[in-house]
């Protein structure tokens, strides 16, 4: 079912009520981010507390809005708002604002937000109040109110970005490691510029595929609370090397600025040695209860942001299905999957056989282990039997190379042409 935009002026002024259905403040404006090559993403509220200090309110928070209130959901964060540079301010920013629409003059009144997945939303409309002039008196006087997709305003209403613009359009069919060798051949100034516009999620799978000393140097370059966004989009492995490589304090600093669930991931692989299966591995497999079926296993190996490796085995365990799990109680490959009737249980075909790592087993073993069994992805289970995560080829492969081999590669006559997405 199409969801229904919302338009955002009737927000303003709005309450917000946190689970209890206290009201924590009223909305002031509405934040989000440019993104040039897209419309631009909604991070959030500014929320005015009783006390009249504004603070922001991620979209994530947001459980639910209706005709007379706005729910949250988890721990409001109180410190003052704090405005980045890649951001707008939608009423204060945008509303009045005067564009030229094909050769009629109008001025922004309103703007309408829409959500594309759970808790994610974007910019989708704009409505105009257009001035019609009179050619015999040379007057002007109110026209006709117009509303427009965002596409036909956006290069007018950021439109001293131009060439970002373009730019950033180009990156939007990229791949990730050939953005991040744009990313990578640009001056610094550009690649600031460049950096602030690009969306979070594009932005983390760029830095994962960059250098790791360009990873260290972009993400101290950037705002503290951005560089933490970056964090929780990236995979947390990648995420707890990055965090790895940067000074304790900083490193501390952005932990604590991270969304929570995303910070203990990255906590938890902290504690293992790099060059280890702890190390290595990611701890958000695809897990299971012995009583789903092959229609729930398949369903959950079909997400997008699974890497074609980590979708490549479904782990069963008992409850709880999340890292660190129930005991773990083994394996099952997706051709298997793939060849069962859906309504049979997964719990019927679970191969037990395949001794898991543990999160001490050294690279060397690891290596090993993964030529011996012919595996893309193998499980990782602690002293208490419980699944703690996965190891991924790719993520095998890249702790094997020279550490600089991505910057050698960028450096080299040997790169790859770039593949678009389409």
């Known amino acids: 079912m199409t969801k229904s935009a919302i338009f955002i002026s009737r927000l303003q002024g709005m309450p917000v009520l946190d689970r209890s259905g206290d009201q924590v403040g009223k909305v002031r404006d509405v934040v989000v ?3 040039m090559a897209r419309r631009p993403r909604v991070r959030g509220l500014v929320v005015e507390l009783f006390a009249r200090r504004r603070i922001f309110v991620p979209m994530m928070r947001v459980h639910s809005i209706d005709a007379t209130q706005i729910s949250i959901i988890g721990v409001v964060d109180t410190r003052k708002f704090d405005r980045r540079s890649s951001e707008i301010l939608v009423m ?30 974007e910019l989708h409309e704009v409505a105009l109040r257009e001035h019609s002039r009179s050619r015999r008196f040379g007057i002007t006087s109110k026209g006709s109110l117009v509303v427009a997709p965002w596409s036909e305003v956006q290069g007018r209403v950021l439109g001293s970005e131009q060439s970002t613009d373009t730019k950033l359009a180009q990156l939007a069919d990229m791949k990730p490691a050939d953005v991040a060798r744009e990313l990578y051949e640009m001056t610094p100034d ?20 960059l250098p790791e000393d360009e990873q260290v140097d972009l993400l101290q370059a950037l705002e503290q609370e951005r560089a933490a966004d970056v964090l929780d989009e990236m ?83 008992r409850p709880p299905h999340d890292t660190p799990s129930g005991r773990y109680l083994g394996a099952v490959h997706v051709q ?34 993964f030529a011996t069994y012919n595996l893309v992805v193998a499980p990782v289970v602690n002293e208490l039997h419980q699944l703690v995560g996965a190891v991924a080829v790719d993520d095998l ?10 910057g050698e590669q960028m450096d080299g006559t040997d790169q790859f042409p770039a593949v678009s997405d389409g």
Not at 98 to 112: C, L, M, N, Q, W
Not at 239 to 262: G, R, W, Y
Not at 288 to 313: F, N, Q, Y
Not at 397 to 406: I, Q, T
């Open 33 to 35: 981010q440019t993104r």
């Open 92 to 121: 204060d920013d945008m509303f009045d604002r005067e564009i030229i629409r094909g050769e009629v003059k109008a001025r922004i009144v309103d703007a309408s937000m829409i959500e594309v997945r759970n808790r994610e939303w």
């Open 190 to 209: 550009r690649r600031v510029e460049i950096v602030n516009a690009l969306d979070d999620e594009l932005l983390a799978d760029a830095f994962q595929e």
């Open 235 to 317: 995979d947390p492995d990648d995420a707890a090397d990055l965090i790895n490589d940067l000074p304790t304090e900083l490193a501390e600093q952005l932990l604590s600025k991270m969304e929570p669930d995303e910070a203990e991931d990255v906590r938890n692989l902290l504690q293992y040695q790099e060059l280890t299966a702890g190390g290595m591995m990611t701890p958000e497999p695809v897990i299971l209860g012995a009583d789903d079926t092959v229609a729930d296993a398949l369903a959950k190996v079909r997400l997008k942001e699974l890497t074609p490796a980590v979708a490549s085995m479904v782990f069963i365990t």
């Open 336 to 369: 298997r999957l793939l060849r069962e009737p859906p309504s049979l249980q997964v719990g019927h075909m679970t191969d037990s056989d395949l001794e898991p790592l543990h999160p001490d087993t050294h690279i060397s073993q690891v290596s090993r282990y």
């Open 397 to 406: 492969l890249d702790h094997m190379l020279p550490a600089d081999w991505r």
